[in-house]
């Protein structure tokens, strides 16, 4: 990437979902004009980061909810409708609304160091180079994949939670759901309507009872705080949170429809088998296993720990202070990525008021 291919702007924002979306609005807020200031670089064909890649049968209803971007409500929708549609729905009103300079389809591939104390991001769209970089890019391009002995020999079909489309393509089949999150809940209680299913956990799911509230919550995003701040990659959210499930869950759990065995020891070209021998035959296995930050591409900025984390202090990464992930650790949840987004432009700001490094780089073009 040469210099005549990069663009000059102050802040560059990685990913426009909930996270991403709550920080250029605060950029705005805070006087730096669209396209000169920033830019929002997401790689989604539309409007919606993760939301439009949810399965179909995820509706509004059975969503644990979303929390309003700053400065606009959620619209009153039909309970009944897909959250694939109606979230990225709002997303593209928000955008509209605030004239938000998103561009898309754009994937970064590296941000590295550049010259004059800028960092150098390299994307389907030209370069960039900034003086500070959000980053907001999520969990849902990585889902987590656990290997176990036999993976390759099992004959059946192996898919991930990202790749569940609905229960219909299960009807009549033998189908293992991997996992103890509220996901791996709702997946196995809708193949279970059309299918044979079989839940294996690695743990006893630790299932809380009673409102999620405030106090919760707090704890939670404490807990996680701690992690990130020793610089060990974030927990689960069921490890900090227990396993919260909605009233018809609940209930299933409670009429024993979600009875759950250990985790199987090894796969074999037939089905999955346990440590006392017994072996069950199947069709599928649905790994509901969660997902890992989407950071690869800031890998040449070498951000990591030996313990494969990121220090962090609130958004703010320490090994290098330009660098703030919105999203990650504390602020991975709607209500956390707003708060975030607020954070990270308010320690921005600040970094922007001080001198540039040495004024090298002023003949770059500016983003228009």
């Known amino acids: 990437m040469s210099t005549s291919q ?6 560059v924002v990685i ?6 979306l709550s920080s250029a609005h605060s950029l705005a807020r805070a006087g730096l004009p669209p396209g000169s200031g920033f830019v929002v670089l997401d790689g989604a ?7 439009g890649e949810r399965w ?12 309003q971007l700053p400065g606009m409500p959620v619209p009153a929708v039909d309970e009944s409708e897909a959250a694939a549609v109606a979230v990225p729905r709002y997303f593209a009103d928000y955008e509209r609304e605030f004239d938000l300079p998103v561009r898309r389809p754009v994937m970064v591939r590296s941000v590295r160091p550049g010259p004059a104390g800028r960092l150098l991001v390299d994307s389907d769209d030209g370069g960039y180079a900034a003086r500070a970089l959000i980053n907001a890019t999520g969990t849902w391009r990585r889902p987590f994949w656990p290997r176990y002995p036999g993976q390759e020999l099992f004959g059946g079909r192996q898919l991930h939670t990202a790749d569940y489309r609905g ?3 299960f009807a009549g089949q033998r189908v293992v759901v991997v996992g103890g999150g509220s996901s791996a809940v709702q997946l196995l209680l809708e193949i279970d309507e059309v299918a044979s299913t079989v839940w294996v956990t690695r743990n006893p799911p630790d299932i809380r009872r009673g409102p999620f509230d405030q106090d919760r919550g707090r704890e939670a995003v404490a807990s996680v705080d701690r992690e990130v701040r020793a610089g060990r990659p974030p927990g689960s959210v069921v490890r900090a949170t227990g396993l919260v499930l909605p009233p ?7 009429a024993g429809r979600l009875a759950r065995r250990p985790m199987f020891q090894r796969l074999t070209p037939t089905g999955v088998a346990w440590p006392d021998g017994h072996h069950e035959d199947v069709d599928v296995v649905l790994w509901c296993t969660g997902f890992r930050p989407a950071l690869d591409h800031l890998a040449p900025l070498r951000l990591r720990t030996r313990h ?9 990464v320490v090994a290098d202070p330009r660098v703030h992930l919105v999203g990650y650790g504390p602020s991975a949840s709607t209500v956390g990525a707003n708060r975030a987004g ?8 600040r970094l922007l008021a001080a001198p540039a490094a040495d004024g090298a780089g002023d003949d770059l073009p500016r983003a228009g």
């Open 342 to 349: 607020r954070d990270a432009v308010r320690d921005i700001r």
């Open 45 to 51: 064909t539309r409007p919606g980061g993760a939301w």
């Open 167 to 169: 229960p219909e393509e």
């Open 6 to 11: 990069v663009t000059r702007v102050d802040v």
């Open 308 to 316: 494969g984390g990121i220090v962090m202090d609130g958004t703010r």
């Open 15 to 20: 990913g426009a979902g909930q996270a991403g």
């Open 56 to 67: 179909p049968t995820l509706t509004m209803r059975t969503v644990h909810g979303i929390h």
């Open 248 to 254: 018809d869950a609940l209930a299933a759990w409670e």
